[in-house]
């Protein structure tokens, strides 16, 4: 890859980074895989005036997911999935992990279409009404990605088994569980990556208001 120079604003989440820049010097894709892995060298203007040395820093490149956590208002239930991860392989309680459902975002696809797809793939479930929850940034230290989070109202009756792809290797386990139960994991360690963890803290805040409209639905 031809290295590029470009000078480019910096997304401004705060008055205190207000007029940030950055300067990409060169940049050069070193690794073309399932992941892709860009090396940068750039500056860029510091708090106190000024910019800063030249620095080297590599990303993860093109990753964008949608992630969806399964409720069943009507019998206050949740739907979660368990996988072989190969991230958590050293993780004391082991690699098989309680997740919500996800997936990634492909060329020509939006978010909310992944989150009902991967329902059905990976938890044999139908979304009805799919309430965002936020958009986060996974680990902006070294990458690039970004989840599309959401809540999705699911019938949970006769939810369970195993699911999954076979031409993507996927053995992915249902769990349905009550929302008391799911939301206790948070304090268990079950419960332990960053849209699950999210994602039931919002269920906790939010789910008496579900409840009720449900209720008030004609």
């Not at 895989?33 to 860009?38: A, E, H, S």
């Not at 070294?142 to 076979?166: P, T």
Request: hydrophobic fraction near 40%; charge should be negative; glycine fraction near 10%.
């Amino acid at each position: 890859m031809r290295p590029i120079r470009t000078r480019l604003p910096v997304t401004k989440p705060s008055p205190s980074s207000s007029g940030h820049q950055v300067e990409i010097l060169a940049r050069e894709r070193v690794y073309q895989g399932f992941f892709k892995l860009d090396r940068y060298r750039l500056r860029h203007t510091l708090f106190e005036g000024g910019w800063s040395p030249e620095l080297v820093r590599e990303r993860l490149e093109g990753l964008r997911a949608a992630s969806v956590l399964l409720y069943d208002p009507a019998r206050d239930k949740v739907v979660l999935i368990e996988q072989f991860r190969i991230g958590a392989l050293d993780h004391p309680a082991g690699a098989w992990v309680l997740e919500t459902i996800g997936g990634y975002v492909g060329e020509g696809e939006s978010p909310e279409q992944v989150a009902r797809r991967e329902a059905v793939e990976e938890a044999g479930c139908t979304i009805g009404d799919l309430i965002p929850i936020c958009e986060l940034m996974v680990s902006p230290g070294l990458s690039v990605e970004r989840i599309s989070l959401y809540l999705g109202l699911v019938d949970s009756q006769g939810a369970g088994g195993v699911h999954g792809l076979d031409h993507e290797g996927e053995d992915i386990r249902v769990q349905v569980m009550p929302a008391e139960a799911a939301i206790a994991e948070l304090y268990t360690g079950r419960a332990n990556s960053t849209s699950i963890i999210i994602a039931l803290q919002w269920l906790a805040m939010n789910r008496t208001g579900l409840a009720q409209s449900r209720k008030e639905e004609p």
